[in-house]
């Protein structure tokens, strides 16, 4: 057998690719993945009527969005089978059919990924624990292809809000501590999905927001 055999042999067959395809398997499966692009696809007609390639743009994302999401919910791993594929397509998508530019969404590629690896690395070192996974990380290189600069701002606020609220509610009904994890890609893709359909309102309205405050 040759080598390169060998390693693909070895890569498909190891146990991590079985259970990240174990997890897609289930999440095809659920009642909540039908739901949920019937949901998402009706809500991008309506925002993008008329805008057909920006549509089908957004249709790309979905596809990919929502088995990470249910994955990431039950599970807590965002599979490398659908990330790695989401960010080679936002490095495609991103500069052409959503207009962003290759340095707008390269670039927000690239500091998405960089900014989480540092967050989550400085988190290990100062706790001496992991509070965010690879998985995370490379979530948001694929959000910042998809998004570009401008959304990665909005992804971060809407996120973390959105965490906040969940372990908030979380700790209220059932009482849970910090000691217990939460998934934040569900979160992290929530605020990409805001950035994809309403990134020019957000920004009015933070601008508008800070304009009262100031």
Not at 58 to 83: E, G, N, R, Y
Not at 166 to 171: E, I, Q, S, T
Not at 183 to 197: E, I, T
Request: glycine share 12%; proline share 5%; aromatic share 18%.
């Amino acid at each position: 057998m040759q080598p390169v055999q060998e390693k693909w042999q070895v890569f498909w067959g190891s146990e991590a690719i079985q259970y990240e395809c174990a997890t897609l398997w289930e999440a095809s499966r659920s009642v909540w993945l039908p739901l949920l692009y019937m949901l998402l696809g009706l809500w991008a007609v309506v925002q993008f009527w008329g805008q057909w390639p920006v549509f089908w743009g957004v249709w790309a994302f979905i596809l990919l969005a929502v088995p990470l999401l249910l994955i990431d919910f039950k599970h807590f791993i965002l599979p490398d089978l659908l990330v790695f594929p989401g960010i080679v397509c936002g490095l495609i998508v991103g500069p052409t059919v959503m207009q962003l530019g290759v340095a707008n969404s390269w670039g927000a590629a690239a500091f998405g990924f960089g900014l989480f690896y540092l967050v989550r690395w400085g988190f290990a070192k100062a706790r001496g624990i992991e509070g965010m996974g690879y998985g995370d990380v490379k979530l948001m290189a694929m959000l910042g292809a998809w998004t570009g600069w401008l959304g990665l701002p909005l992804i971060f606020l809407v996120s973390s809000i959105l965490g906040l609220l969940a372990f908030g509610l979380r700790y209220v009904v059932r009482g849970d501590g910090g000691d217990v994890p939460l998934p934040f890609g569900p979160f992290l893709l929530a605020g990409a999905w805001l950035a994809l359909l309403y990134s020019d309102m957000l920004w009015r309205i933070l601008i508008e927001w800070r304009g009262v405050w100031s």
